[in-house]
């Protein structure tokens, strides 16, 4: 084991030496292209900048020309707005002259890297909650957007999920109230309808429902041609739950009193920390239905999963709506279209639950 320990090491300092050998003999037309390059970039953060004063600049008379600020008001901005960018200018330069310098006098040109280009980043956080917990791509020092009507969240929502079955009240439901449940899962966009106002909120999006229905009294399903049965199981069932996922696209009208924050070059409607309400509904098609049951035979346990259609309906639609603190809310929804397709009794999801907006 040692004789072995001693080769490997040998092969890694024999490597090691190789490479830094061929390091020594390019480093020096390496630093030369690195410092044409950072020349280059010198030029390109003039322009950038100043680029982003005229954004700004051309912002804040659109501010003026609607009214919203006065004539002075409009000059002290676009003079904080120049300084601000002068200032930029000048650090960004200072940074890339010292690289500049750090290269003429070092050979190792690993040590520096070019931070003013805009290559790959990730970013946690932010300074505007709108722009997210998490990025990753490519993207500049851009200024932000004065007014963003429109924003996008992560919508996760779960609770208890039964039947109304016509003709019977719901206490005679032939599924476990606790044990029958849904997950939901999507992304919603949300546009502020009126110019001047965010009490009134456009939502939609898509979204993945699960619907679970656990039967009662060691009962599941069967399907028999066009119709959809419980039959009672010919041995004790551990579990027995029929899955349905579909794919909907849910719309809602959300309203509610918002704050505004206004900043020098852009401002925003927060709902943080303020009741909301929505109210819509969704439409979709089912993408799969599955029932599984776990029981014991002879003493083996046996798992079955049986994917099959059970009739259950290819198109969905229903109500749904919340009522909402920050971003926990109470949400139900109610399926106006049949469980299952062409069945003598009628039957309709509903279900009640917690939904997190995840903005």
């Known amino acids: ?169 719901f206490d005679d439901s032939p599924y476990k109230i606790g044990g029958s449940r849904f997950f939901e899962i999507g992304w919603a966009w949300k546009t502020r309808v009126f110019k001047n106002s965010n009490f009134l909120r456009f939502k939609y999006g898509y979204s993945f429902q699960i619907n679970g229905l656990k039967p009662k009294d060691n009962m599941y399903f069967v399907q028999d041609g066009n119709e959809t049965m419980l039959e009672e199981f010919p041995t004790e069932l551990k579990k027995s739950k029929l899955s349905i996922t579909n794919l ?41 239905t599955r029932q599984k049951l776990k029981y014991s035979m002879d003493g083996e346990k046996i798992k079955d999963k049986i994917k099959r259609s059970f009739n259950a309906s290819s198109l969905v639609y229903g109500l749904s709506a919340y009522v909402a603190f920050d971003d926990t809310a109470l949400y139900v929804k109610y399926d106006l279209s049949p469980i299952f397709e062409d069945q003598a009794i009628k039957q309709n999801n509903i279900s009640l639950g917690l939904r997190f907006d995840m903005d």
């Open 248 to 288: 909907v696209f849910p719309v809602h009208f959300e309203f509610g009193p918002s704050k505004r924050v206004d900043r020098d070059t852009y401002f925003r409607y927060s709902t943080h920390n303020q009741f909301k309400i929505g109210i819509g509904g969704y439409a979709g098609f089912n993408i799969g």
């Open 1 to 169: 084991m040692r004789t072995i320990t001693k080769y490997l090491v040998s092969i890694v300092l024999v490597f090691s030496l190789a490479i830094a050998n061929a390091q020594d003999s390019t480093s020096e037309n390496n630093n030369a292209e690195k410092i044409e390059i950072l020349k280059e970039l010198k030029d390109k953060i003039k322009t950038e900048e100043r680029e982003f004063l005229k954004e700004e600049v051309e912002t804040i008379n659109k501010r003026f020309d609607n009214g919203e600020i006065s004539e002075s008001e409009a000059t002290r901005l676009k003079k904080d707005a120049a300084k601000i960018r002068a200032l930029n200018i000048e650090n960004r330069l200072a940074i890339v002259d010292n690289k500049i310098s750090l290269l003429q006098r070092n050979s190792d040109v690993s040590m520096v890297s070019n931070d003013d280009d805009p290559g790959f980043r990730i970013s946690l956080g932010g300074s505007d909650s709108n722009d997210g917990f998490l990025r990753i791509g490519r993207w500049k020092n851009k200024p932000r957007k004065y007014d963003r009507r429109t924003t996008s969240d992560m919508v996760i929502a779960f609770g208890l999920n039964n039947a109304i079955v016509e003709g019977e009240s």
